[in-house]
């Protein structure tokens, strides 16, 4: 938070104070505090309001769609449970936000952010543990095995991650080199394990088709916007043989740290490579200058051939090409190293996101209630509702028990209106399982083997037929196993660290778009030495120590 912003709130403090002392008034009435009884599930609401219904107020650090007042899940849960979930999800700058929270500390009921530590020193959530181990069962058996690793520094658990791996893990693939499915089929699908290779794919198809749909070719996009960015200043870890560890390489055979971004034969490498694409105007001469938004309509244009990134962030145009009838224009995933004799290290290995959860705030009057809603989630009903949606109307069970989404149900869900009003596009936010269910089914409706195949078109078919593969997760090697710690990223760090990492941040927005628009290799080598300096005038060394003995920790015992 700026100077600028906390000196206002200073300011504005004492009116703050009043301000929250009326909604907790309110709030008394019509809130979290309000009553009720409903014994018919796990979720028992208390005492409810005259309307019959405890309300709680729902904040989620996450951009996205405005949710709907009343959704179809949401209805059904909220008639089963006796609870109200009113959401608000994140616009503008989330620090700020933070910030403002904090100094009036004027809560919300719930919580889900990848601030935690920052409202644990505020004094703004409260402990989980005793909740979890007298009201939610749910949770305690998928959250158990990991009970330890949730615990603060004071030993207490104030967060909830997302998902815990359940069952079987799903093999899912996030981070990856993504190519047209046009591209791979005018090229006759041929072997691609290295970034060169991909290149002169790309390029090749570039020259034979300089406009798609009447308009330019983009051989390779970069997201570059914001915090985003790291899609240009990570993607190398991932040639080097790495894993989505973000800055550092991990052996975790001897557990010691490699500080890659200033590493000669890894990021100057890519970078390198990248300014010669560039030169050859394969590389969007709008990449450094554009926003999401425009990232994501220059990928449902269709005309991008290919580019890094994780799925999690362009989803949403992949699915926008195949409304518009472009389905050959989606992009399929390609595990890629700088050389053939690089094991690539693509998949996660099966882990907590320990950096972002659900929390219950200190303004919360009835955090028992709120507990027993969450567990509710967690059960396999509630994770059925929110994940799969109603029985013989979302979705279908073959006389074997296994569940799928008939043809007339995945187009209805093709279209994101119709998600955002059955499911709000917020179910995601509570606690829960990944993997499968003891009967075998997955939890999520998308990492199913039976939609993951109905997924595929006939060009889907032809390319796996191809390369001999039955899906594009069988294109990609298993996770190591021994990478206990992984990932890197989640690894609270001390403030002197944190320091680091803003600062590195703020290094990576400027230099490395320098870098690949660099005119020539002399003003390439130019800004690459002027990079490596200004890094090099941190303090890399402490910030790697503090790692590594993280990592050992985790190693040792996790």
Known sequence: MSERVGSKLNKKRALTILVSAALILSLTISGCSSGGNNS?????????????????TYFIFDPGDNVPEHTKIGDIIQEKTGVKIKYERLVGEKEQKVGVMIAGEDYPDLLNTDQTVKFE????????????EQHAPNIKRIYGPYWERLKAAD????????????????????????????????AGYPKITTFDQYVDVLKNYYKKYPQIDGADTIPFEILTYDNRNFTLTTAMQFLA???????????????????????????????????????????????????????????????????????????????SLKQQGKSNRIHVPLQL??????????????????????????????PVAAIKYADFMASDEGQILRNWGVKGEDFTVSDQGRFYRTQEQRDFFADPKN????????????????????????????RQPEEIAAGYDELDKEILKAYGVKTYEDLFDGPNMARKYFPLWSIELSEKAKVFNQKL??????????????????????????????????????????????????QENW
């Open 419 to 446: 998600g955002l009003k059955t499911f709000g596009n917020i179910m995601f936010f509570w606690p829960g399982s990944s993997g499968t269910m003891p009967d075998g089914n997955n939890y999520e409706s998308y």
């Open 40 to 56: 018919k599930n796990s979720a028992n609401a208390g005492n409810k309001d005259s309307g019959g219904t405890k309300t709680f």
């Open 121 to 132: 020193d505020a004094k703004a959530l409260i402990p989980l543990e005793d909740l979890i």
């Open 337 to 366: 190293t700088f050389d053939e004799s690089i094991q690539p290290d693509y998949l996660d290995v099966p882990s907590l996101n320990y950096n972002q959860g659900f929390s219950i705030t200190v303004s919360c009057k009835d």
């Open 155 to 186: 030993g207490h658990i104030y967060a909830l991650p997302q998902v815990a791996p359940t069952g079987t893990p799903s093999k899912g693939i996030s981070a990856a080199f993504w190519i047209q499915k046009e591209v791979l089929k005018d």
């Open 241 to 319: 043989g790495g894993p989505n560890d973000s800055r550092a390489l991990v052996d975790p055979n001897s557990n010691t740290l490699k500080f890659y971004q200033t590493d000669e034969n890894i990021t100057k490498r890519y970078y390198a490579k990248l300014n010669e694409m560039y030169n050859e105007g394969m590389v969007d001469k709008e990449a450094f200058v554009m926003n999401y938004e425009q990232y994501l309509a220059k990928l449902s244009s269709g005309r991008v051939l290919g580019f890094f990134d994780q799925k999690w962030q362009f989803q949403t145009a992949m699915d």
């Open 505 to 554: 941040d703020d290094i990576n927005k400027k230099f490395p778009p320098l870098m690949v628009v660099s005119k020539s290799p002399e003003d390439f080598e130019k800004n690459w030495n002027a990079y490596v300096d200004t890094v090099n005038k941190l303090d890399v060394q402490s910030w790697l120590d503090e790692l590594t003995e993280k990592v050992k920790q985790r």
